[in-house]
């Protein structure tokens, strides 16, 4: 076999192998963003938003988020810690009418530490910490990036920027789902919280059950979990 056709058979060798290579990606890439958008919901969106429509090198940052925080294990609370979380929580929001700022500040530190306590990344490294629970939690953490923006703005920056009060409610609101979803009892936890549950499911501390305005029923807010603290006619800008 002369030497000219050796190299030509290893040319179109390499060729077949090219195109079988490019038709394989070609193949797996169409299901990896459905199959990403999925799993992340509005947080998909966000990411595509970010890198300016780039759905590409948006589902690269997502599948290498999956990669670092897929395998997470979450830890389940203990009894005590879920009622001191609640409790937390609920003064938080009765801050709000009278220091908004404080009662965000204080809603962005406690579900940093609350992530934490469930496993995840510690507070102190924010952006890991949000990546990891956007892996997890993908439809209701961006009420902790909402609270947490609001949270590190100075007043000044805030008022210029247009977070004001009702900003900043907004923002708790959207928090609070995310902090129902760490607070409540992991699925082999047996469910050994001794407070009251709301009709929904979900559990309420001690001072829920009793009422947030001067021990009468709280009236809630349209969604029906949103207690007096964080309506929006009765909150002060700070």
Excluded: C
């Excluded at 830890?75 to 979380?85: H, I, K, T, V």
């Amino acid at each position: 076999m002369s030497t000219g056709l050796i190299i030509a058979l290893i040319v179109i060798a390499a060729v077949v192998v090219i195109i079988a290579a490019a038709m394989t990606l070609r193949a797996r890439g169409p299901r990896r963003g459905p199959s990403l958008k999925r799993r992340f919901g509005p947080e998909y969106d966000r990411a595509v938003a970010r890198h300016d429509g780039d759905a590409t090198a948006a589902e690269r940052e997502l599948t290498e988020r999956v990669h670092r925080h897929g395998d997470l294990r979450e830890r389940p609370l203990e009894p005590a810690q879920r009622e001191q979380y609640e409790a937390r929580w609920t003064a938080a929001q009765e801050r709000f009418v009278d220091s908004p700022r404080e009662a965000v500040a204080e809603a962005d530190r406690l579900l940093a530490e609350l992530a934490g306590a469930r496993g995840f990344p510690d507070g102190g490294q924010y952006e890991e910490q949000l990546a990891a629970l956007s892996v997890h939690h993908a439809h209701h953490v961006d009420g902790y990036r909402r609270v947490h923006r609001a949270a590190h703005l100075r007043a000044d920056d805030a008022r210029d920027g247009g977070t004001g009060t009702e900003d900043m409610r907004e923002a708790m609101v959207a928090a609070r789902a995310l902090f129902e979803e760490l607070v409540r009892p992991a699925r082999h936890d047996g469910g050994g919280h001794t407070g009251g549950r709301r009709e929904d499911g979900r559990h309420q501390s001690g001072r829920h059950r009793a009422g947030l305005n001067g021990g009468r029923k709280a009236p809630a807010a349209r969604g029906g979990h949103m207690p007096w603290a964080l309506h929006r006619r009765q909150a002060k800008e700070s």
